[in-house]
């Protein structure tokens, strides 16, 4: 394993650590306060929110008769409500058979069984709540682009003839009529590699015709984390004039290069700013999902392309907001479950699995990409960790919402012995899981 590799720009390895903490103690706080508020709302008492393990380093009791405590391992989280034995709610039989009818009320274990399933659910509820919550916002900071063929803002690209001004609107590329955005993309998805196009814009109230780069350079739009171009140190806005020695035009050009790499190194040629400097880099074969579903296999450096310039946008009303969040929610649950059946089934590799490390070296990339960035990999987060939280399996959410639902439809809950069992081999599981992932963050590729 390449340890250098878990040491991103953001500041060392002691900021990827932060940057984890940061971001897993965001995320199971909410989490966390889902149970716990919702459990308050049912008339479920909370004993202890702990955030952290081991060693107390704060602790206050509020009015309510919680102790909210901060302890000296960040790495998770637990409500412990009245009655429970653990943190992984557990019967704490003793304790329960000493309380009167109106106390075994307030407990998780003598609650109705509508108050524990919702307590439970909570949870993962407020993980997706956050996500949707984050990009809602994000999408009404970004706004959403118009189906205008106008020019919102054009970047710095290494040309010195004409180019595109905000502004803008596109009449013709290559003498083909660009009547709205859509037409504009589908004409130059269509158009061959060249240094330069003809240009016809509407500037200023007069028509403006002139030969511009080509519509979708070899343009940065974004590096991703964990790729071969973030650790050789590419950022957003670059631009690979050539790949060795070769020169290139189009985005589509270096995504044709590099799937046919067959994983060997690849020399660019980088302009950034005015400055121009070489990078090698190596493709990794990496498992992409497809828009139709499923995945496939190619080789990757990790750069995302677009447009040769960002149309002008419009900020979407709240719902079209909520919407397009939900959207990206939903897409990145599904996206997740496919991904897990297919490792299950072999028809991706396993290695897509990552653990602690994994998650950190992410964490620390999305911070050195800037808090846009860092809050986005939060949100995708709570969404993984709210889904993980719904798996049947005894110890985690979804297993309680088993047994929730067992006692729903035979009138009567597992009994403790079977309980035991169960979150026995629920806890095995799950720590098998996770040396599997660590496995994966130590020796996979």
Do not use: C
């Given at each position: 394993m390449d340890l250098i590799g878990l040491v991103p720009s953001f500041g060392g390895l002691v900021w990827t650590v932060i940057a984890f903490?940061?971001?897993?103690?965001?995320?199971?706080?909410?989490?966390?306060?889902?149970?716990?508020?919702?459990?308050?709302?049912?008339?479920?008492?909370?004993?202890?929110?702990?955030?952290?393990?081991?060693?107390?380093?704060?602790?206050?009791?509020?009015?309510?008769?919680?102790?909210?405590?901060?302890?000296?391992?960040?790495?998770?989280?637990?409500?412990?409500?009245?009655?429970?034995?653990?943190?992984?709610s557990g019967k704490d039989g003793a304790a329960i058979d000493g309380l009167s009818a109106a106390e075994r009320r307030r407990t998780m274990h003598g609650a109705p069984l509508w108050a524990r399933a919702l307590t439970v659910a909570a949870?993962?509820?407020?993980?997706?709540?956050?996500?949707?919550?984050?990009?809602?916002?994000?999408?009404?900071?970004?706004?959403?682009?118009?189906?205008?063929?106008?020019?919102?803002?054009?970047?710095?690209?290494?040309?010195?003839?004409?180019?595109?001004?905000?502004?803008?609107?596109?009449?013709?590329?290559?003498?083909?009529?660009?009547?709205?955005?859509?037409?504009?993309?589908?004409?130059?998805?269509?158009?061959?590699?060249?240094?330069?196009?003809?240009?016809?814009?509407?500037?200023?109230?007069?028509?403006?015709?002139?030969?511009?780069?080509?519509?979708?350079?070899?343009?940065?739009?974004?590096?991703?984390?964990?790729?071969?171009?973030?650790?050789?140190?590419?950022?957003?806005?670059?631009?690979?004039?050539?790949?060795?020695?070769?020169?290139?035009?189009?985005?589509?050009?270096?995504?044709?290069?590099?799937?046919?790499?067959?994983?060997?190194?690849?020399?660019?040629?980088?302009?950034?700013?005015?400055?121009?400097?070489?990078?090698?880099l190596t493709p990794r074969r990496m498992d992409i999902p497809r828009a139709a579903g499923g995945f496939e296999t190619r080789w990757l450096i990790g750069l995302t392309g677009g447009i040769g310039f960002e149309p002008v946008v419009r900020t979407p009303g709240p719902l079209e907001a909520v919407g397009i969040a939900g959207s990206q929610t939903w897409m990145i649950a599904t996206t997740s479950l496919s991904g897990l059946y297919h490792m299950v089934t072999g028809a991706i590799s396993s290695c897509n699995l990552r653990g602690p490390i994994g998650i950190a070296e992410s964490s620390g990339a999305a911070a050195s990409q800037g808090a846009e960035s860092f809050i986005w990999f939060i949100a995708m987060l709570s969404v993984a960790v709210g889904l993980m939280n719904l798996f049947p399996i005894p110890v985690l959410d979804?297993?309680?919402?088993?047994?929730?639902?067992?006692?729903?439809?035979?009138?009567?809950?597992?009994?403790?012995?079977?309980?035991?069992?169960?979150?026995?081999?629920?806890?095995?599981?799950?720590?098998?899981?996770m040396v599997f992932a660590l496995t994966n963050d130590l020796f996979c590729p």
């Open positions: 903490v940061v971001a897993l103690s965001i995320i199971v706080a909410v989490h966390e306060y889902g149970h716990y508020i919702v459990g308050r709302w049912t008339g479920i008492h909370a004993e202890v929110f702990s955030l952290g393990f081991g060693p107390i380093l704060f602790s206050r009791v509020d009015r309510h008769g919680t102790r909210w405590q901060v302890a000296a391992l960040p790495f998770g989280g637990y409500v412990k409500f009245l009655g429970d034995s653990n943190a992984a949870g993962p509820a407020f993980n997706f709540a956050m996500a949707l919550a984050i990009f809602t916002g994000m999408v009404l900071v970004r706004g959403v682009a118009t189906q205008e063929a106008v020019v919102g803002q054009v970047p710095s690209l290494p040309y010195e003839g004409q180019t595109l001004q905000a502004g803008d609107r596109v009449l013709e590329l290559a003498g083909q009529p660009t009547p709205d955005l859509s037409t504009l993309v589908s004409v130059a998805e269509t158009l061959p590699p060249s240094e330069t196009v003809a240009y016809l814009v509407e500037r200023d109230g007069r028509q403006v015709a002139f030969d511009g780069p080509f519509p979708f350079p070899p343009l940065a739009g974004g590096v991703q984390p964990q790729t071969a171009a973030f650790a050789a140190g590419l950022q957003a806005g670059d631009v690979v004039l050539a790949v060795d020695g070769t020169p290139i035009y189009a985005f589509s050009e270096l995504r044709a290069i590099v799937g046919d790499s067959d994983g060997r190194d690849l020399r660019l040629t980088v302009w950034r700013g005015g400055e121009v400097f070489d990078a090698t979804g297993g309680h919402l088993v047994f929730h639902a067992y006692e729903a439809v035979t009138g009567k809950p597992p009994s403790d012995r079977a309980l035991q069992l169960m979150m026995m081999v629920g806890l095995a599981l799950l720590l098998s899981l």
